[in-house]
């Protein structure tokens, strides 16, 4: 049998405060190329601050970090465009900082505008002059145009209508399919980390940790809405997740038949 890979992120008894306040403690987490994992929780458990720490953007008080990803792509929860920038040239702020030619960077800006759904009428239209919706799929393709290893979500969708939620959720998975970069998501929504994720991380607040990882082995082409509502409702009665969200232990909820995945 061949040797496991080695995974492509591992962050190794990670601590951080923030003066008297412990952020995070012991978080032991690793993940494997092409993987999604799904970081869930409620405000205050650590989630952005993990975030960070994997960016690049903070540094842990204690702990080991081992990110072997080449490059990284972050979607916020804000668009973050440039306000003084047209559509390609936020695309392709990435790609210019690697030293791509003007022309080559416009056509590979164009090529994912084009994939994002993005008309040509688009392309030259400063960010304020976009849709939220927009401003979504254009921070989404700025992320993309670097190819990334590692793609890092801090909760792009969570401001956007159902509708729109739906339609990014397949323009993501489409294009992690075919390139099977690894993604580290945030979210608030179990629903949503249901539909995408391969594992789901729980982390429960005071101090931030992680008390719970479901792995779903349904592939996503089988995961239709009643599957979806099922398994969330399912995981909502666990003790964990209930106590990662500050929830009353479940008492009086009808047992709901776990299909198609399994926990670890």
Not at 35 to 50: D, F, H, N, Q
Not at 166 to 171: A, F, P, S
Request: proline share 6%; with cysteine; aromatic share 4%.
């Amino acid at each position: 049998m061949p040797p496991a890979a080695a995974p492509l992120l591992h962050l190794q008894g990670i601590h951080h405060r923030y003066a008297l306040t412990d952020a995070l403690v012991g978080v032991d987490f690793a993940m494997q190329a092409s993987e999604t994992v799904a970081l869930i929780g409620p405000s205050g458990c650590g989630k952005s601050t993990m975030m960070h720490i994997v960016a690049g953007l903070l540094q842990a008080s204690h702990g080991k970090v081992v990110n072997r990803a080449i490059s990284i792509g972050c979607v916020f929860q804000d668009a973050r465009l440039l306000p003084w920038k047209r559509v390609l040239e936020n695309i392709a702020l990435g790609l210019r900082a690697r030293a791509v030619s003007r022309v080559a960077r416009m056509r590979h800006a164009a090529a994912l505008a084009a994939r994002m759904e993005l008309s040509v009428n688009d392309y030259r239209k400063f960010p304020h002059e976009l849709s939220g919706g927009m401003q979504s799929r254009v921070a989404l393709a700025r992320a993309l145009a670097i190819d990334p290893d590692l793609l890092l979500l801090d909760e792009p969708f969570s401001a956007l209508d159902i509708g729109l939620k739906t339609e990014m959720y397949r323009l993501l998975r489409e294009y992690v399919d075919e390139r099977g970069c690894a993604v580290l998501m945030i979210t608030h929504d179990l629903m949503e980390a249901v539909r995408l994720a391969d594992r789901i991380i729980m982390m429960a607040p005071s101090p931030g940790r992680i008390v719970y990882s479901h792995a779903i082995a349904t592939p996503r082409t089988q995961r239709d809405d009643a599957w979806i509502y099922q398994t969330a409702g399912a995981l909502m009665q666990l003790p964990e997740v209930r106590q990662g969200f500050e929830l009353e232990p479940a008492t009086d909820l009808p047992p709901i038949v776990h299909q198609g995945h399994s926990c670890a």
